[in-house]
């Protein structure tokens, strides 16, 4: 069974880097042909996809946050990362870690349970 946690500061000053990290337990986030990803929920919004980081190494973000944010792995831990640079109120959001499983059409099939962070001075 493929575990995710997300870890990290749950509040982050404006203007500011907010830093997430994802452990994975269960599995290798090397293991072909997975893909890695972080997803958000503002408050009273949709679902958010931020970008992902694959088996590979590669990594691909949303064009609208493409500019900010950055995905980078720890193989040796096990661990995926998240950086979203310059942060506004507007980021305040649930952030989630999860896996892609493209075999069944690219779906999300494992998920960490989220962390709430709130961007504010």
């Known amino acids: 069974q493929v575990q995710l946690q997300e870890s990290g500061p749950g509040l982050v000053k404006p203007s500011q880097t907010l830093s997430l990290t994802c452990t994975v337990s269960?599995?290798?986030?090397?293991?072909?042909?997975?893909?890695w990803s972080w997803i958000r929920q503002p408050p009273g919004k949709g679902l958010e996809w931020i970008g992902y980081?694959?088996?590979?190494?590669?990594?691909d973000y949303s064009p609208s946050l493409k500019r900010r944010t950055s995905v980078s792995r720890d193989t040796s831990k096990n661990q995926f990362t998240l950086q979203l640079s310059s942060v506004t109120p507007e980021d305040t959001a649930v952030y989630y870690c999860?896996?892609?499983?493209?075999?069944?059409?690219?779906?999300?099939?494992?998920w960490g349970q989220g962390t709430q962070v709130t961007v504010s001075s």
């Open positions: 999860a896996r892609i499983d493209p075999s069944g059409g690219y779906e999300f099939d494992y």
């Open positions: 980081i694959a088996y590979s190494g590669n990594t």
């Open positions: 269960g599995g290798s986030i090397t293991t072909n042909y997975y893909y």
